[in-house]
């Protein structure tokens, strides 16, 4: 069994940048694919990034394409979420999603596809 670990959270003005986190721990012999979500009340969870490790290549929902990035951090099974250009509407929780298997990438979006979450970390973005 895993667990998954966000860090990083908080409050920052409108217009600013905040750095999240997400680690796996556990039985962490495989190397895990990891996304983010985020999700606001009376909503359903949103997609926000992926980073497929296997391919190097990256993935973003349309709304933050071009201000956020996933990057993976100090090897395996930790990634971050660096988020540039904050707007009060993207306050949320932001969860971290892992799973064992590469997911297709019909299936990145979708919150049902992903195996394991954290229990996310509140970014508020206020003046």
């Known amino acids: 069994q895993i667990q998954v670990m966000e860090s990083g959270g908080g409050n920052v003005q409108p217009g600013g940048s905040m750095r999240l986190s997400c680690r796996i721990s556990g039985q962490t012999s495989s190397r895990y694919f990891m996304a983010w979500f985020r999700q606001t009340p009376g909503k359903e969870r949103e997609f926000v990034g992926y980073?497929?490790?296997?391919?190097?290549?990256?993935y973003y929902g349309d709304s933050v394409k071009g201000r956020f990035t996933v990057s993976t951090v100090n090897g395996v099974n930790e990634v971050s979420l660096q988020m540039n250009s904050l707007d009060s509407s993207e306050t949320a929780v932001y969860y971290c999603?892992?799973?064992?298997?590469?997911?297709?990438?019909?299936?990145?979006?979708?919150?049902?596809?992903?195996?394991?979450w954290g229990q996310g970390t509140q970014v508020t973005v206020s003046s």
């Open positions: 999603a892992a799973r064992m298997n590469r997911i297709v990438r019909s299936g990145i979006r979708t919150a049902g596809k992903w195996e394991y």
């Open positions: 980073r497929d490790w296997s391919q190097g290549r990256a």
